[in-house]
């Protein structure tokens, strides 16, 4: 049989010169490109992924590739998607770093624990995060390519476990300095899961007629005549057609009269091409490979398994004929498609009699095993579903929640009963939660429901189904679904009601559509009639679900009585779900502390770590990355950071929206990032100097999320107006409220409200902005929080006339409550500051000029700061550079994080664990940092952090104040003057 995995002449693929562009015809580009990747080592990481269809030429482009990778000094490793193991997790990442497993103990413990767990190596800690196992994997090969610069070669990874792609996914996005090419093969038109994110790209066409012809002619038998054009034509530029057929006409040169009575695909076609072979072939020999097929990659070596029929005579002779290639490392197929076809030439009783086979000599790999017996399996048998369901359960001990919701999905098929296959369906739906993979938990949920006569299992099944449509961007359908299911489940389960109402909350708030909006209303009416729990504890949690739908949804009047039901809620509950809806409550009531300490404890427990620090590091992300309570946390804790002036915490949570496949969650991770790059003046340019839109474009659509769109204009409003485009800043932020003052979203509109101010008076539209605020204000309902109160006060104070000014900026101030939104405090400082400066009153206003300057510094909030430097400057105050700590400017947040953390004496292996980053990364970053500091390594970073955090204002120079002004501005709070620290004035 022909070399089905080259373009070129029998006899050429073990050659050293294989992959010559001579050899493998019509690929010279391809061949440069990918020759590029390994020639000379780079020095840095690069990820390409080769994109085409079967028999294209992947595997001998891939090939070549490595055998220049190891002539250039790269260690190899590679793993090969096997169709029989893609519902076994992390076989092809065990497969992958198999070579590694020695150097696994040099990591970390938890990321050793974790990444050995999930490759069943050792028992699982508590079923480790899809982060920590890919951060694992990550540091790991970083350590290896310390040594050796690395060549990950993945071929067939269409057929990959979704685990592992996960894991490859997230070390390819993460890889940056290191020494490590990652080359990834897979059929179709499109890369696999995960690796869709913007990758590079190498597309294999079919080959051009010449160079096809070319191919045809460096055949052993070249087809000629009308036979030459049958192939051409049935092969379509395809290499291994074109190899494999000419090879069957050179045989039967008749054979090409049945290809155009058989108008199959050309996969199909070659598929049958090599099962015509495979059928000719003795008993012993087709038995053979078929248990080679069948037991391809348990523990990589088949002939170690000891399997009747699979000896090396039998083997030997499927080598001589090509299918095969048998050395001390196992067997391997000369390609997918010769596996595939050996596997589905024979009939379903032979397949399942070597199944059940190989499953008996893996008794000792209890998830394979079940796997085996399952395949085996036609109808219905509870005995192997049950097996399979205690496979999951292991699986998702070992942090796979793939694999568990795969064995979980397969073992409700083999289920005899409805009710008890509608509860597997119902747990496969449930820990799918964990993938983020929402149309496959609403497949699920949808099925459960399909097949079960239990009320109870219906409705939470129909629940977990309107859940998947609100991770899938499906707000109207969601909003439907589950508000029918909370009136459904009212008087029966009244929990499930409460849950599902709130869940419906969540998507009425995301999208701030008062139709929504009222529906939610109206079935909060019908849940405090009918949903009453029985228990106390569950009616404690009802009362927890109860105020996060009012406050949602705008319906929450009484706030003192809200804040102690929040206060009870915190001091009694530790459910994880609870706690989230009540920290996102906190949050929306504006108490960020408050916030912080419910959403902190809610991550905690659903990471199995009650108790836990309340940090950015000890709150990182959830058990297997459930976005229930992970990606909403996620999103809610990143606000409130901006909100306290946790600006890096909020970055880093923003980072972590990797491991969520939810649209919703990585379009907020994402605004999240812009705003701060906003406030900090980081946002990118066009060429007018204008903020890109992209930078705070949302991923979901305006019309489903009113939110996202609120805060997308918002924080385009704030990078215009640092960019000096008033009337675009203007235009941007005018998006937030209607001509009457309704606001686009009926919470985050109102946060622009001071920024829009500001604008209309830089935009010369101050009669436009009086009049939209005033129609604001009307429209505001009950009495607004103190940071709503504030932002309103400071917009008034921007736009009033010059004689009320004055007081409209003490109100503002006359609030302490405001100072728990520095930011926002900082700019009613400056604001004030420069009003008082216009009005010659400098000595009132330095130091609340300086108070301004401290708080923009800390944040590193830099137009803001330089702002308020040019005002002391305006008052006669000398500025003076501080060189050390000014570099902070001039890094990266990545890297202003790296430098806090090493001057804090955290080892690389440490930041580089905290971060989501591989060590080699955080030293490259390290490295680039230290000249822009203006240090010589790391012994001096701790001095010159100490130096920024003991000057409130370091990072970008500090104010020589009088020290009279200096004692005014820590003693101000008891002074009329001090009072006064916010702002920044827009008129004169």
Not at 452 to 471: I, M, P
Not at 834 to 863: M, Q, V
Request: charged share 20%; glycine share 8%; hydrophobic share 45%.
């Amino acid at each position: 049989m022909a070399d089905v995995t080259s373009h070129f002449p029998p006899g050429a693929a073990g050659s050293e010169d294989a992959d010559r562009p001579s050899l493998l015809v019509g690929r010279d580009a391809e061949i440069a490109r990918l020759r590029g990747l390994v020639e000379p080592v780079p020095q840095y990481s690069q990820v390409l992924i080769v994109v085409g269809e079967a028999g294209i030429g992947k595997s001998a482009l891939i090939a070549g590739t490595a055998r220049r990778a190891r002539s250039a000094g790269m260690r190899v490793l590679s793993v090969t998607g096997r169709e029989t193991e893609t519902a076994l997790g992390f076989a092809g990442l065990h497969q992958l770093l198999r070579p590694l497993l020695d150097r696994v103990d040099r990591l970390p413990d938890r990321q050793a624990g974790a990444l050995l767990g999930a490759l069943g190596l050792v028992e699982a800690p508590s079923g480790p995060s899809r982060l920590l196992i890919g951060i694992a994997v990550l540091a790991l090969l970083s350590d290896v390519a310390e040594e050796t610069p690395l060549l990950l070669v993945v071929e067939d990874a269409h057929w990959l476990d979704r685990s592992s792609l996960d894991a490859l996914a997230f070390t390819a996005s993460r890889l940056d300095s290191e020494q490590v090419v990652l080359l990834l093969g897979t059929r179709g038109a499109a890369p696999p899961r995960g690796f869709d994110r913007g990758f590079p790209e190498l597309q294999l066409r079919p080959l051009p007629d010449a160079a096809a012809g070319r191919l045809l002619d460096a055949q052993p038998s070249p087809p000629r005549g009308r036979a030459r054009r049958q192939v051409l034509d049935q092969a379509a530029g395809n290499p291994m057609a074109l190899i494999e057929l000419s090879t069957v006409i050179a045989a039967d040169p008749a054979a090409g009269r049945h290809w155009e009575l058989e108008p199959l695909p050309l996969t199909s076609r070659l598929t049958s091409v090599i099962a015509s072979r495979f059928t000719t072939l003795p008993a012993a020999v087709r038995r053979a490979l078929l248990i080679a097929a069948i037991a391809d990659g348990a523990n990589g070596d088949v002939a170690a398994m000891d399997l009747p029929g699979l000896g090396p005579d039998a083997l030997a002779c499927a080598e001589q004929l090509g299918l095969v290639t048998v050395d001390a490392t196992g067997v391997r197929f000369s390609h997918p498609l010769v596996r595939s076809a050996v596997y589905h030439s024979v009939p379903f009783a032979d397949r399942a009699a070597v199944h059940r086979q190989v499953a008996t000599a893996l008794h000792e790999q209890p998830e394979r095993r079940a796997w085996h017996l399952a395949t085996a399996t036609a109808g219905v048998d509870d005995q192997v579903a049950s097996l399979l369901e205690a496979a999951a359960a292991h699986a998702q001990r070992r942090g796979d929640a793939a694999a568990g919701v795969l064995a979980l999905e397969r073992a409700a098929e083999l289920t005899p009963g409805s009710d008890e296959r509608a509860r597997r369906l119902g747990a496969a739906a449930t820990a799918a939660i964990a993938t983020g993979d929402a149309s496959w938990i609403g497949d699920l949920a949808t099925r459960a429901a399909a097949v079960t006569r239990d009320l109870g299992l219906g409705v939470r099944a129909r629940r977990a189904a309107g859940w998947s449509l609100v991770w899938s961007n499906q707000q109207q359908a969601a909003l439907a679904a589950l508000t029918a299911v909370a009136a459904e489940a009212s008087a029966n389960f009244p929990m499930v009601a409460w849950e599902s109402l709130a869940a419906a909350a969540a998507v009425a708030y995301q999208s701030g559509d008062a139709d929504a909006l009222r529906v939610v209303a109206e079935k909060l009416r019908l849940l405090e009639q009918v949903a009453r729990p029985a228990k106390p504890a569950q009616q404690r949690d009802a009362d927890a679900l109860r105020l996060w739908i009012e406050v949602s949804i705008g319906r929450c009047h009484d706030r003192p009585s809200a804040l102690r039901r929040l206060a009870a809620v915190a001091e009694e509950t530790s459910a994880a779900h609870l706690l989230y809806r009540a920290g996102s409550a906190a949050w929306l009531l504006d108490e960020p502390e408050l916030a912080m300490d419910l959403l902190h404890r809610s991550r905690a427990e659903v990471r199995g770590n009650p108790g836990q620090g309340t940090g950015a590091a000890a709150s990182r992300a959830p058990r297997n990355g459930a976005p229930s309570a992970g990606g909403g946390s996620l999103g809610a804790l990143g606000w409130v950071y901006i909100d306290a002036g946790r600006w890096d915490d909020a970055l880093s949570f923003a980072a972590e929206a990797d491991a969520f496949q939810a649209d919703v969650v990585s379009a907020t991770a994402g605004l999240i990032t812009a705003t701060v790059r906003a406030l900090r003046g980081e946002s990118g340019t066009s060429g007018s100097g204008m903020p890109a839109e992209g930078d705070a474009a949302p991923a979901v659509s305006p019309e489903h999320s009113r939110l996202l769109a609120a805060r997308a204009w918002h924080a385009q409003g704030i990078a215009a107006l640092i960019a000096g485009e008033y009337l675009m800043a203007y235009s941007q932020l005018r998006h937030l409220f209607a001509d009457d003052g309704t606001p686009l979203h009926h919470h985050v509109s109102y946060l622009g409200v001071a920024d829009l101010a500001a604008a209309s008076v830089r935009a010369e539209r101050q009669a436009d902005g009086r009049e939209i605020l005033e129609r604001i204000h009307a429209r505001l309902q009950g009495c607004p929080s103190s940071r709503v109160a504030q932002l309103l006060s400071r917009a008034r104070a921007i736009l009033a006339d010059p004689a009320s000014q004055e007081a409209e900026f003490d109100k503002a101030l006359a609030d302490r409550d405001g100072e728990r939104w520095p930011f926002e405090r900082a700019q009613l400082q400056l604001d004030y500051a420069e009003w008082l400066r216009r009005r010659r009153r400098i000595n009132e206003a330095k130091p609340i000029l300086s108070a301004a300057l401290d708080t923009f510094s800390g944040l590193r909030a830099r137009p803001w700061a330089q702002r308020s430097e040019a005002e002391l400057r305006a008052c006669g105050v000398a500025v003076q550079a501080s060189a050390a700590p000014d570099g902070l400017w001039k890094l990266t947040a990545q890297q202003r994080q790296i430098v806090h953390l090493a001057a804090k004496g955290h080892s690389n292996r440490d930041i580089a664990d905290r971060l989501f980053l591989s060590p080699r990364t955080v030293s490259s970053h390290l490295y680039r940092s230290y000249p822009k500091l203006g240090v010589a390594g790391r012994n001096q970073l701790r001095d010159l952090i100490d130096r920024a955090e003991q000057q409130p204002d370091a990072g970008t120079s500090r104010a020589k104040l009088p020290a009279s002004h200096r004692v005014a501005c820590k003693c101000s709070q008891n002074s009329d003057t001090a009072r006064r620290s916010a702002g920044r004035a827009w008129s004169t």
